[in-house]
Structure formats: structure tokens, C-alpha cells
């Protein structure tokens, strides 16, 4: 008879798995910049790889729902997809037009973009930390504008910024949704990508050295969602959270250390603000949901 992990030991494999994870998805901004092809090549490989193997996961997890059902999305489930297609659109035209660390600077921003598009959406309760936070960090961002309008990527951190407008809404769909198949609804939003791109590109024309890195890309997608779905369900969300937020100061590492690229002062300025603001925010809603897990065994 199979033996169930320990209670400790699926804690500490949850937590590796999605610091994993934000590793795995801290690659897509060097990715990007050392692919020679155009974005929509990008999309269109990134989105067939990615998109094949997220499917597959989806379906290895439903396995024991019927074939007929298995990878029913419906209208919600589409709506999903969509959402994160066009994202993904906006994601890599950002890395392609500025810097990864401006980009991973301004999605950090993301939980709390959610935060007000929950309370237009579906009238939930901001907290006034999240508030205060969200002021914190806009102030940040407004640093890293700046130094965008100087060094010419003012593009590209528009389209950072509209790239988190749109993860931020995926975020408050899938609350509204509930039951909505959100790993398929990923896997369907690649395969969109792969269908549109296909039309309006040519995605074999591109170098023996940029398919190696597009199938890389596409693969290391694939592995971060897993890593990311699998972590999530052995710890509480605010550590997920706190977690996660290791994407950002990967990216910028690993663009500093495989392309040597640093961003203006302004960017490490606004950024330490926003990375201050997500982890002081984060910190505290972990050492909250750590003292009320205690209060109810305690109880017990």
C-alpha cells in the first residue's frame, strides 16, 4: 500500500516546488531577449510547446473524469484562455521593447491591480495594508516610468504594465469562476497563441539555435505551471504568495549574469520599492495566517 507524504515533508516540498517554479518562470525574459525571432514566432512556438504539455497535465489530472468531459472548457474556461492569451501577447512585446527587470518590477505589481479590479468586479473588501501597499508601489512604478522615458523603453513598460492588467484579471476571473478549469483554460490560452501567431508568421523560418531555445521556452512554461499548480497544493496561499515573489529578483539576476544587461538607476530605485512593498505585504499575511492556524489548534 502507498504511503502518504508526512504532513512536514509535503510543507517543504511545496515550498520548493514553487520557488522552483518562479525560477522556471524567471527564464522567460532572458529567453526572450536570446531569441532572434520576431514575437510572434515567439508566441507561436512558445505557445505549441507550452500549450501540448499543459494540456497533457491538464489531462493527467482529470484522468479519472470521462474522456467526453476531460477537456470541456466551456464558455468561462474560454473566456480564461483569452485572457491569458492576450497577456502573453503583451508579455513578450515587453521583453522584446524594455528590460526584464522593468518588466518583472511592474508585474510584481499584479496582487494588487487584482485587488482593485476584486473590489470593482465583485465588491471585495480591500484591506488598508493592501491599500497602503498598492500607493507604495505605484510610487515605484511611477520611478521606473521615468527612467524608462529617459533610456527610450517607455514601450515596453507600457506594455509590462498591460501585461499585468491582464494577469491581474485572470487572477480575479479565476475567483469569480469557481470550478472553472483553470490548468486546461492555460493550456488552451498556448495553443491560441500557436493558432493566431501561425497565421500572421512564418514560424519555421528562424535558425537551427533559436528553435533549440523557442522549444526550451515553450518547455520551461510547461514545467514552471506544473511546478507552480503542484506547490500550491501542499501550502497555505499567503506563503505560495510570499514565494512567488522570488520571480523578480530571479529575473533580473539571471538577465544581469546571461546578457549582462542592467537596468538605469531609476529601475533598482522604483524597483526596491515595489520588491519592498509585495514582501512587507506578503510577509504579513503569512505571519497572520501562521497565528490563526496556531489559535485554532490551540482550540482543538
Given at each position: 500500500?502507498?504511503?502518504?507524504?508526512?504532513?512536514?515533508?509535503?510543507?517543504?516540498?511545496?515550498?520548493?516546488?514553487?520557488?522552483?517554479?518562479?525560477?522556471?518562470?524567471?527564464?522567460?525574459?532572458?529567453?526572450?531577449?536570446?531569441?532572434?525571432?520576431?514575437?510572434?514566432?515567439?508566441?507561436?512556438?512558445?505557445?505549441?510547446?507550452?500549450?501540448?504539455?499543459?494540456?497533457?497535465?491538464?489531462?493527467?489530472?482529470?484522468?479519472?473524469?470521462?474522456?467526453?468531459?476531460?477537456?470541456?472548457?466551456?464558455?468561462q474556461g474560454w473566456l480564461l484562455a483569452?485572457?491569458?492569451?492576450?497577456?502573453?501577447?503583451?508579455?513578450?512585446?515587453?521583453?522584446?521593447?524594455?528590460?526584464v527587470g522593468n518588466v518583472a518590477v511592474?508585474?510584481?505589481?499584479?496582487?494588487?491591480?487584482?485587488?482593485?479590479?476584486?473590489?470593482?468586479?465583485?465588491?471585495?473588501?480591500?484591506?488598508?495594508?493592501?491599500?497602503?501597499?498598492?500607493?507604495?508601489?505605484?510610487?515605484?512604478?511611477?520611478?521606473?516610468?521615468?527612467?524608462?522615458?529617459?533610456?527610450?523603453?517607455?514601450?515596453?513598460?507600457?506594455?509590462?504594465?498591460?501585461?499585468?492588467?491582464?494577469?491581474?484579471?485572470?487572477?480575479?476571473?479565476?475567483?469569480?469562476?469557481?470550478?472553472?478549469?483553470?490548468?486546461?483554460?492555460?493550456?488552451?490560452?498556448?495553443?491560441?497563441?500557436?493558432?493566431?501567431?501561425?497565421?500572421?508568421?512564418?514560424?519555421?523560418?528562424?535558425?537551427?539555435?533559436?528553435?533549440?531555445?523557442?522549444?526550451?521556452?515553450?518547455?520551461?512554461?510547461?514545467?514552471?505551471?506544473?511546478?507552480?499548480?503542484?506547490?500550491?497544493?501542499?501550502?497555505?496561499?499567503?506563503?505560495?504568495?510570499?514565494?512567488?515573489?522570488?520571480?523578480?529578483?530571479?529575473?533580473?539576476?539571471?538577465?544581469?549574469?546571461?546578457?549582462?544587461?542592467?537596468?538605469?538607476?531609476?529601475?533598482?530605485?522604483?524597483?526596491?520599492?515595489?520588491?519592498?512593498?509585495?514582501?512587507?505585504?506578503?510577509?504579513?499575511?503569512?505571519?497572520?495566517?501562521?497565528?490563526?492556524?496556531?489559535?485554532?489548534?490551540?482550540?482543538?
Amino acid at each position: 500500500m502507498q504511503q502518504s507524504v508526512s504532513p512536514p515533508r509535503a510543507h517543504l516540498l511545496g515550498v520548493a516546488l514553487v520557488v522552483l517554479s518562479a525560477l522556471a518562470f524567471s527564464l522567460a525574459g532572458v529567453l526572450t531577449k536570446a531569441i532572434a525571432a520576431d514575437t510572434g514566432t515567439i508566441l507561436c512556438w512558445r505557445g505549441l510547446v507550452g500549450g501540448l504539455l499543459i494540456a497533457a497535465y491538464a489531462g493527467w489530472l482529470g484522468r479519472r473524469i470521462p474522456l467526453r468531459r476531460r477537456f470541456r472548457l466551456g464558455w468561462q474556461g474560454w473566456l480564461l484562455a483569452t485572457v491569458g492569451s492576450v497577456s502573453s501577447i503583451a508579455f513578450i512585446g515587453a521583453f522584446k521593447q524594455t528590460y526584464v527587470g522593468n518588466v518583472a518590477v511592474i508585474y510584481a505589481t499584479a496582487p494588487f491591480l487584482a485587488a482593485a479590479l476584486g473590489w470593482l468586479m465583485m465588491r471585495e473588501r480591500i484591506r488598508p495594508r493592501t491599500l497602503a501597499a498598492a500607493m507604495v508601489s505605484l510610487g515605484g512604478i511611477a520611478i521606473v516610468f521615468a527612467g524608462g522615458l529617459q533610456a527610450g523603453s517607455l514601450t515596453g513598460d507600457v506594455l509590462a504594465l498591460a501585461m499585468t492588467f491582464g494577469c491581474a484579471l485572470y487572477m480575479v476571473l479565476i475567483r469569480k469562476f469557481h470550478g472553472a478549469p483553470v490548468v486546461l483554460a492555460g493550456g488552451a490560452a498556448g495553443l491560441q497563441l500557436f493558432v493566431f501567431s501561425w497565421l500572421v508568421v512564418d514560424p519555421l523560418a528562424v535558425s537551427r539555435h533559436d528553435i533549440v531555445l523557442l522549444v526550451l521556452f515553450g518547455l520551461a512554461f510547461a514545467v514552471a505551471t506544473v511546478l507552480w499548480t503542484e506547490g500550491t497544493r501542499r501550502i497555505p496561499a499567503a506563503e505560495s504568495g510570499l514565494l512567488g515573489c522570488a520571480e523578480t529578483p530571479f529575473a533580473i539576476m539571471l538577465a544581469w549574469l546571461l546578457l549582462a544587461e542592467l537596468p538605469p538607476a531609476a529601475s533598482f530605485l522604483g524597483g526596491g520599492i515595489v520588491l519592498a512593498a509585495v514582501l512587507v505585504h506578503a510577509g504579513w499575511d503569512l505571519g497572520r495566517g501562521m497565528i490563526l492556524r496556531r489559535q485554532a489548534r490551540a482550540r482543538v
